[in-house]
């Protein structure tokens, strides 16, 4: 979701505006719509490799989801061309798949899958190493991840919306602390609702204080998905329309799983 749907979502937040709650069966349908996206980009990263093209990659994506009965949520969405995003080192997010787009050793890719099987998305991201990657890559992938972990955990009933944000950019802080280095955390972009449509309320910032925002409550569904960079955290679109790179062109992790809120805690909805 991008900044320019923020303020509306913070309107809605305020107005503590419908989020959609889903039954217990509906978060078991949800699941089978997210094992299809697990099941594809678990097939995606065991063919990205040296000499692969991303549009390739595509091509895989879209059969596996379309094997599975189900539909690529991501092709057509507002136009986009594709079923998947693939995201090539200075590239953070929606990077077009194309047969001329061969990846190469070092390369650092991250590649976003989006399904619908009976009426439910799921939505999950992941980061690649293509061949040898720089340690500095490796280290951004492994911290936009924990990143990642810590914002799930942070998935709780009972807790606000805002607490993920924070838990997100703590762990992000930590890592970077940890490697005597700074990420750029991505704020342009951030997580959002999921359920019936992809992007739904309410939008979930990467950054902030905890204990704002809604309450969570069992049945709210969640993509988390922090984005991290090298180097600045501003980014910018490029003229396709879709692609979003860091402007000083430093690499970008981002990693992503839809979460729902239930009973007992966090449960990640994309997993096989
Ligand atoms: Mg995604
Ligand atoms: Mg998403």
Redesign the pocket.
């Known amino acids: 979701m991008t900044r320019g749907g923020v303020r509306a979502v913070v309107r809605r937040l305020r107005g503590r505006g419908g989020i959609e709650l889903k039954s217990p069966g509906e978060i078991e349908a949800m699941r089978a719509a997210g094992a299809v996206v697990a099941r594809t980009l678990r097939l995606l990263k065991e063919h990205a490799r040296v000499g692969v093209s991303t549009g390739e990659l595509d091509e895989l994506a879209e059969q596996s989801i379309r094997d599975a009965g189900a539909v690529p949520s991501f092709k057509g969405y507002h136009g986009f061309p594709a079923s998947i995003?693939s995201s090539v080192n200075e590239q953070v997010v929606h990077g077009i798949p194309s047969r001329e787009q061969v990846l190469a050793e070092g390369d650092l890719l991250s590649l976003?899958?989006?399904a619908i099987l009976e009426g439910w998305h799921g939505?999950?991201?992941v980061t690649v190493p293509i061949g040898a990657v720089a340690e500095a890559d490796n280290r951004l992938s492994a911290a936009c991840r924990a990143a990642l972990e810590a914002g799930i955990d942070a998935v709780r009933p009972g807790g606000r919306l805002t607490d993920i944000s924070h838990a997100v950019e703590s762990a992000a802080l930590a890592a970077a602390a940890e490697h005597g280095t700074s990420y750029g955390i991505v704020a342009d972009y951030g997580g959002h609702g999921i359920g019936t449509a992809m992007h739904m309320d309410p939008f979930l910032p990467n950054v902030g204080r905890p204990g704002r925002g809604p309450r969570l409550v069992p049945g709210m569904a969640l993509?988390v998905?922090p984005m991290l960079t090298a180097g600045s955290e501003k980014t910018e679109e490029l003229d396709d329309g879709w692609t979003v790179v860091t402007v000083d062109r430093s690499r970008a992790a981002h990693w992503?799983h839809s979460v729902a809120v239930t009973e007992d805690g966090p449960l990640v909805l994309t997993l096989e």
């Open positions: 995003c976003d899958c989006g939505d999950a991201a993509a998905e992503e």
